[in-house]
């Protein structure tokens, strides 16, 4: 998994850039920086529907105000001179504890954009999650990204589509099931009823003079598509949903989701089984009963209900139920480094990244995502040496100040 040529920056795990794939031309230092560059180069209507939250946005902020209460009281004196961030998921060796989390539509910010994430995520040597609502389909991501990949799974009402589905992402060699459990009606992103932003991408009235406002992004990406496969559509739905999608376009959400599909789902598909959005300790518990392998801490980054709690808050009373027999990730908000160490110093085993690696593709694709993971091992390796932690299992919460402000 880890290419030996790829890049990784910082402590002890430097190593040599691939002279395959150039440089990124982009000058940012953080992520926030690509978020600033993307938010220019994006139509309004994209850039909002990958940016912000649902409703009052009230998720969104209590998701970075529970990062924030957790504080690091360093260890010092240790030497930190040979530090690593290598870890495992799932038995299988990752350059970095994070995952690239399954978003769908990427490719609208950038032509193919889940093969550029994709190819970035192999090069850093971490897993990437493509969405079942991928404008590229998964066969295609598998052959041209390589890499180690994981397929996010949406279960349709009609529940044979979905296994279908999944004898694809099987025939297709993916190594894992991300099941999104958090998901079971439409999320109410008022946004995106203004700005009329719709799944599959229409050109409207509403979003029309938005579009061509940004030529760079209508040319590089729409007419693109325009010009080689047609309007951007979900290339993993069968032709049926994506008839109905095109003379409609409203996203298939499966309101009838239970423990018994997942059960059902643990009979069809071998390999690690995740379920992705799980807020309470007895969900946790109960995913782990009907066999899942790991579990992802995530209120879909605050995109879906906006009273949820925040996943760095529900975090803890998870691992007092499951630790040890499961993986347990979390996503939501992690921007900077130190934001992954303090989970996994909470005691999650991973982390999931979903808008660091858009901004990233969005403003240079695959240069541009392979630079938004490199800025975050980066700022681990350095927060790593800050804490006197030289390798991932020197972190714990004597590490941690929590309720800081
Ligand atoms: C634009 C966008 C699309 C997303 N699409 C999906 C999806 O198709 N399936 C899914 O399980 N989660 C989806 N998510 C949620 C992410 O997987 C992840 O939980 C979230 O982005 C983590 O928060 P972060 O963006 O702050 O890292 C999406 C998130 C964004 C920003």
Aim: hydrophobic share 45%; with cysteine; net charge positive.
């Amino acid at each position: 998994m880890n290419n030996a040529s790829e890049v990784a920056v910082g402590g002890s795990s430097k190593r040599t850039a691939s002279a395959r794939v150039r440089a990124s031309r982009v000058q940012a230092y953080n992520i926030a920086d690509l978020r600033t560059m993307a938010k220019k180069v994006l139509p309004k209507g994209l850039f909002q529907f990958v940016d912000r939250g649902t409703e009052n946005e009230y998720a969104l902020q209590r998701m970075r105000a529970a990062i924030d209460r957790v504080a690091i009281r360093p260890k010092v004196l240790v030497d930190v001179s040979q530090r690593t961030q290598e870890t495992q998921f799932f038995g299988v060796p990752s350059a970095m504890p994070l995952a690239v989390a399954p978003t769908g539509a990427a490719g609208l910010l950038w032509y193919d954009g889940e093969i550029e994430i994709a190819r970035a995520a192999a090069r850093m040597g971490i897993p990437f999650t493509l969405s079942t609502a991928s404008i590229v389909s998964m066969e295609r991501v598998a052959q041209e990204a390589g890499g180690r990949l994981w397929f996010q799974l949406y279960m349709w009402p009609e529940r044979s589509m979905s296994y279908e589905l999944i004898d694809r992402v099987k025939a297709a060699g993916y190594e894992a099931l991300v099941v999104t459990v958090d998901t079971p009606v439409t999320p109410n992103r008022e946004y995106n009823r203004h700005n009329g932003f719709t799944l599959p991408m229409r050109v409207n009235r509403r979003n029309a003079v938005d579009v061509a406002c940004h030529p760079g992004w209508l040319l590089r990406v729409f007419m693109r598509y325009m010009l080689t496969t047609g309007i951007p559509s979900l290339e993993n739905f069968p032709e049926s949903l994506k008839r109905r999608l095109s003379q409609a376009p409203s996203p298939i959400k499966c309101d009838s989701l239970c423990w018994d599909d997942l059960k059902e789902i643990r009979k069809r598909w071998h390999g690690p089984l995740i379920v992705k959005g799980i807020l309470r300790p007895a969900d946790a518990q109960q995913a782990r009963d009907c066999g899942a392998d790991g579990i992802v801490v995530s209120n879909h980054g605050g995109r879906n209900l906006d009273a949820s709690i925040a996943p760095f808050a529900a975090l803890p009373a998870i691992l007092d139920q499951v630790r040890g027999q499961m993986e347990v990730m979390i996503d939501g908000g992690l921007s900077r480094g130190s934001d992954i160490v303090k989970a996994l110093a909470l005691g999650a085993t991973g982390a999931f990244a979903g808008r660091a690696p858009l901004w990233g593709v969005a403003v240079d694709g695959e240069a541009g995502a392979y630079l938004a993971l490199q800025i975050l091992h980066e700022e681990v390796d350095r927060v790593l040496a800050f804490v006197g932690a030289p390798r991932l299992s020197d972190l714990d919460a004597g590490l941690l100040h929590l309720d800081a402000n």
